[in-house]
């Protein structure tokens, strides 16, 4: 996982879930524009999640 994303994710949450689909970057695009915070923490779980799927 990589430092820089981690930080994009809390500046600017859909560009660090731009790996995604579509759907996902317009969901946390929205959570985005309704206030910070829920687009911080989808953005955060997936990351968690993909980092997860990973190991796996």
Do not use: H
């Amino acid at each position: 996982m990589d430092i820089r994303r981690w930080i994009l994710a809390f500046i600017l949450p859909p560009a660090a879930v731009t790996n995604k689909e579509a759907g996902t970057i317009m969901l946390t695009g929205l959570l985005t524009l309704l206030g910070w915070l829920p687009g911080v923490a989808l953005a955060v779980f997936m990351m968690l999640q993909e980092k997860r799927q990973a190991s796996a």
